[in-house]
């Protein structure tokens, strides 16, 4: 099988430098040679120096460091709080009920203006990659009953676009032509923020890396290949965590059908490979999932693979693995 050459951990929820250099040195121990940083709202306020040290020591280590932006409007992933459009409600999406929700619209100027700002933040470190971290629309559990976003800026955009008022109904009861135009231009606005936001990353003389949610979620982001053909775009990546309860087999199975669809989405554009394991919520017993996933990943020639999170996420209570030495140590060993 291919031989791992990006070997890495995320790592967020401590903001002491002296802490975290002693992990990031346990992490260059252990074989790792990459590191995620997450960079909140939070960070980004409040943390400014302190983070830019983490960073930069981090790379000074010898790691290669990614940095995601942690939750920040609810566009991207994370357990990260975000106020953006507590601050400002003009910039929530607006789903199909009516109401405002508490995800930002990426296609919302203001929006845009904070992530180039954070972004100018950010590159101003020694940051090798920024990790855009699972880009969606706000969705509900049960899929897109309730979609998003209707917002007076999307629907300002579709009517310009398509001629007509953007549909208010749910997407079984839409002609099938206005469902065809509703979903291709949720997935247009995602590409086309996420163009603007990796060309300034570019720019700036740093990578991009984006992470898209597996095909199972309705993200908006459907047609993966309109990512990576993007030139500013290095590697693409994505993370089909598994739920409690999942099979082996449904872990094996679902990996390998990512790990396909990923190499051979980058393979048609020249792009590189990333895959993520997840090492969170990792019941006693169920350690060995990581290795099918690290093997399955590893089958499809990937050779670039991180872990979310740092040993079994045991900081964080409600992530935190049952026995996170025991994840750590299963990790460890499939990338061998």
């Known amino acids: 099988m291919m031989e791992v050459k990006v070997k890495g951990v995320s790592y967020f929820g401590v903001r002491s430098p002296k802490h975290v250099l002693a992990d990031m040195a346990d992490i260059k121990a252990a074989g790792f040679n990459a590191v995620l940083h997450t960079w909140s709202e939070e960070d980004q306020q409040y943390y400014y120096g302190t983070m830019k040290k983490i960073v930069d020591s981090s790379a000074n280590l010898g790691l290669k460091v990614y940095v995601n932006p942690w939750g920040i409007g609810r566009v991207f992933g994370g357990e990260a709080y975000s106020e953006l459009t507590a601050r400002d409600h003009s910039m929530c999406q607006v789903a199909l009920d009516g109401k405002p929700k508490v995800a930002a619209c990426p296609s919302n100027p203001k929006f845009s203006e904070y992530m180039h700002k954070w972004i100018e933040t950010v590159c101003n470190t020694a940051v090798d990659t920024i990790f855009w971290d699972e880009p969606h629309f706000y969705f509900e559990k049960g899929g897109l009953s309730n979609w998003s976003c209707r917002c007076p ?33 949720r997935e247009d606005s995602l590409i086309d923020f996420l163009k603007e936001m990796t060309e300034d990353v570019h720019a700036r003389g740093k990578r991009n890396c984006v992470c898209m949610l597996p095909p199972w979620f309705p993200a908006g982001l459907d047609d993966w290949s309109k990512v990576a053909r993007l030139e500013s775009v290095d590697e693409v990546a ?84 049952d026995n996170p030495d025991a994840v750590a140590k299963a990790f460890r060993t499939a990338l061998k």
Do not use: H
């Open 153 to 185: 800026v999307c629907c300002a955009k579709f009517r310009q676009r398509f001629g007509y008022d953007m549909p208010a109904a749910p997407f079984d009861e839409m002609q099938q032509d206005q469902a065809r135009d509703v979903l291709q231009f």
């Open 238 to 321: 994505s993370d089909p965590y598994w739920e409690k309860g999942a099979t082996e087999e449904w872990v094996r199975e679902k990996y390998a059908e990512t790990a396909r669809k990923l190499t051979d989405v980058a393979k048609q554009f020249g792009k590189d490979v990333q895959m993520w394991i997840k090492a969170y919520q990792i019941e006693a017993g169920r350690e060995n999932d990581l290795a099918i996933a690290v093997e399955e990943s590893r089958k499809a020639a990937i050779d670039n693979i991180f872990a979310w999170s740092y040993r079994g996420t045991e900081t964080l209570s409600w992530l935190k693995s």
